[in-house]
């Protein structure tokens, strides 16, 4: 079983949908937790990033953490089709330079126009 | 700025040849770091580096050279290149020396070794 589970889609919504992806862990003891967007052909930048249990909003995007269910989600509202890319989840147990960041295989989004 | 530059953007290279895959940064971040990403399998580290003069190995080491002789530039050297090391390529660096959850990423080196 791999520590960080994600769903690899492809998942597709029409503009201005609520977007909903998410991430499921094994490790209980990841503390830091982080979305990157990858566009096709580029490398991921960072989009949110949460520090134990609770919701972070950042414009359109809200990131979500559920320690007691090992859960991690991320929503997109009001969807673009310059939304349309890859998003990874990422976590850590310590964060610190040694320490491994475990990435999730990325679930691709479209929006259609 | 240009952020994290990676050079060359595709190569083909034959079992058994070497090559450095190079990546340079302007922002002045300590930490450097290089990630191989194949279908299925997620990012995985490296090397990593938090200054000049100093790395250290990631998860997935074996077949690769890094060295860090300034703070901008962080070369991945494949000694004798393997079809197991076909991947894209990813350098990133953090403004944290201390972390490594904040990457800056460059746009990548596709590798194929036939």
């Known amino acids: 079983q791999k520590e960080v589970e994600q769903d690899p889609g492809p998942l597709s919504v029409p503009e201005g949908a609520i977007v909903s992806l998410n991430c499921t862990y094994s490790?209980?003891?990841?503390?830091?937790f982080m979305w990157y967007r990858q566009y096709s052909r580029k490398g991921p930048e960072l989009l949110m990033y949460t520090y134990s249990s609770g919701n972070k909003e950042d414009g359109r995007f809200t990131a979500q953490v559920d320690k007691s269910s090992k859960y991690i989600s991320l929503f997109i509202r009001d969807s673009q089709p310059s939304d349309s890319a890859t998003y990874l989840c990422?976590?850590?147990?310590?964060?610190?330079?040694?320490?491994?960041?475990?990435f999730g295989t990325g679930t691709r989004l479209a929006v259609r126009p | 700025n240009a952020g994290v530059t990676q050079t060359p953007k595709f190569q083909v290279l034959k079992t058994g040849q070497s090559m450095t895959l190079q990546c340079a940064q302007d922002m002045n971040h300590e930490y450097m770091s290089w990630y191989r990403q194949d279908p299925g399998m997620g990012l995985r580290l490296i090397h990593y580096?938090?200054?000049?003069?100093?790395?250290d190995q990631g998860e997935v080491p074996n077949g690769y050279n890094v060295s860090r002789s300034t703070t901008e530039d962080f070369p991945l050297r494949l000694l004798s290149a393997a079809p197991s090391q076909t991947s894209v390529y990813f350098c990133?660096?953090?403004?944290?020396?201390?972390?490594?959850?904040?990457?800056?990423f460059g746009s990548g080196t596709q590798l194929s070794v036939l």
């Open positions: 490790n209980s003891a990841f503390q830091y």
């Open positions: 990133a660096s953090s403004p944290e020396s201390a972390t490594n959850e904040k990457l800056f």
């Open positions: 990422a976590m850590s147990t310590y964060g610190s330079s040694g320490d491994k960041l475990t």
């Open positions: 580096s938090v200054g000049a003069g100093i790395t």
